[in-house]
């Protein structure tokens, strides 16, 4: 009995103590509970404070920029005759249309409306001048501002500049305005927060927030020569002169243009660096134009194929194809066929920052550029002159020398022209009123020889180009399968 007595209370034992660790355990556990979801709440609470400094960050930011950024109403009126209903249309086609038109048959007026936006960014006096882009205020008529605070003012142009699509504006108002502040755009980097404040579609005042998605853009519309701040900020039609600005509230670029297949933002805006800008706004406000360095060549980006016929390393640099007669280019040395990689110890990655790099020179600057010729490097000075915006481009090619560009004879083009040439280079293009085109050479051609010396590539092509020891040269080319021979004096 004693010992059944023994074995029941051990096993009340037991169970006495497997309850008590049970509730040992279930009371730890819930006390570890506490922290964990205390930290849980801090952490929330910490994200929920970050949040709301970007919001007010933004708020701050666009409390700054909205009042320096207008909205602008333009208006391009166009004159256009009226037919006359009395005349019949055989009467027109024969003699021509009467300048004197019937005294009830007047011309009739047309007025076209445009949008887009400005930033005010200069006062002197009672005068505010207002950056915006070219496309927006160009053959304009009547201008419109609209400040952010409801405020109209008739504006007028003060100058203009097509090649990086810029204009200024100017307005009077004897009370003061804010001004933008422009900051430094060479200091953005991408993932940098950036906000579009614009007109988008005339809602005035529009504020859209995003990151830079690039920098270093090129080949904008027209022949922008700009590099660009790509952006995924929405920016949509009457952006266009907006600014662009960092989390200072600093204007670092002018919105000017997007890519899209809809006409509406798709992510893709692109904005004029702020430091692209400056230099032109003040040639714009106390000239009413920009004088633009010039070098006097017509270069290219290159392939690797090219690179290759050339012996050149690397196809980081800019070809020159044509050089003007009596041009900066020409009186310094610089040949066709030169390969420039280095502008006064900058490296060139291609022919559009070249293009620009040369614009932004002072007129009378000598810089010195560092290129590839026959496979050696070479250095040489070059005093920039002014580009002349008056000469026509029929005027500009009658002193493009060669004025034929040339490419290799790859299997793919003789097949193409149908040619069984076992050398030579093919023409590619032939510039108009230059000297190549004037002797007859024609695009499909394949030059085979250049004063009685073979050409079997690219390299010995531009060799023997550029042999002066003749002032004429002789080329010996294919066309149609028949060989022929044509002379062009070099000036």
């Known amino acids: 009995m004693s010992r059944k007595l023994f074995v029941f209370n051990l096993v009340l034992v037991g169970i006495v103590c497997g309850f008590c660790l049970a509730f040992f355990a279930f009371s730890c556990s819930t006390r570890a509970g506490g922290p964990e979801a205390a930290y849980a709440e801090d952490a929330n609470t910490e994200a929920i404070k970050s949040l709301q400094s970007l919001q007010n960050s933004f708020r701050s930011i666009s409390e700054k920029a909205r009042p320096v950024v207008v909205m602008l109403n333009v208006v391009v009126v166009r004159k256009q005759g009226q037919p006359d209903k009395n005349a019949l249309p055989w009467f027109y086609y024969f003699f021509g249309k009467p300048d004197d038109r019937p005294e009830g048959n007047p011309e009739r007026e047309f007025r076209n409306n445009g949008l887009g936006s400005g930033v005010i960014l200069k006062r002197s006096g009672k005068t505010y001048y207002v950056l915006t882009n070219n496309h927006v205020v160009d053959k304009a008529n009547e201008i419109n501002l609209h400040l952010h605070d409801g405020r109209e003012f008739k504006a007028s142009l003060v100058g203009k500049d097509e090649r990086k699509d810029l ?141 290759s016929q050339m012996r050149l390393s690397d196809t980081k640099g800019a070809f020159v194809y044509h050089v003007f007669r009596g041009s900066p280019a020409d009186k310094g040395g610089i040949l066709p066929g030169d390969f420039i990689t280095q502008l ?114 690219l390299l010995e092509f531009y060799a023997r180009l550029n042999d002066t020891s003749s002032g004429k040269i002789e080329f010996v080319y294919e066309r149609g399968g028949v060989k022929m021979s044509i002379g062009v004096f070099r000036s």
């Open 167 to 307: 204009a200024v504006i100017s307005f009077e108002s004897g009370e003061e305005l804010p001004v933008a502040v422009l900051g430094n755009s060479d200091t953005l980097q991408v993932g940098d927060w950036v906000l579009a404040v614009g007109s988008p579609f005339g809602l005035e005042s529009t504020v859209t927030a995003g990151i830079v998605s690039a920098l270093g853009r090129r080949g904008g519309p027209d022949g922008n020569i700009s590099d660009f701040i790509q952006t995924d900020a929405s920016i949509n039609q009457g952006n266009s002169g907006g600014a662009l600005v960092n989390l200072a509230g600093d204007v670092v670029g002018i919105n000017t243009w997007i890519t899209s297949p809809t006409g509406g933002s798709i992510g893709l805006g692109f904005a004029i660096p702020i430091n692209n800008v400056k230099k032109a706004v003040e040639e714009l406000i106390t000239q009413g134009s920009v004088k633009y360095g010039w070098l006097g060549v017509s270069i290219a980006s290159i392939s690797q194929e090219i690179a």
């Open 344 to 457: 006064d110890g900058k490296k060139i990655s291609s022919s559009n920052e070249l293009v620009q790099m040369v614009a932004d020179l002072e007129v009378g600057r000598k810089v010195s550029f560092v290129l590839t010729r026959q496979s050696k490097e070479e250095k040489f000075t070059v005093a920039i002159t002014a580009r002349d915006t008056q000469q026509t481009i029929t005027e500009q090619s009658k002193n493009l020398w060669p004025g034929l560009i040339v490419v290799p004879l790859t299997d793919e083009i003789k097949k193409e022209l149908e040619t069984s040439a076992l050398g030579g280079v093919a023409v590619r293009s032939v510039e108009q009123r230059t000297p190549a085109d004037l002797a007859g050479l024609k695009s499909g051609d394949v030059i085979l020889e250049i004063n009685g010396k073979k050409v079997s590539n």
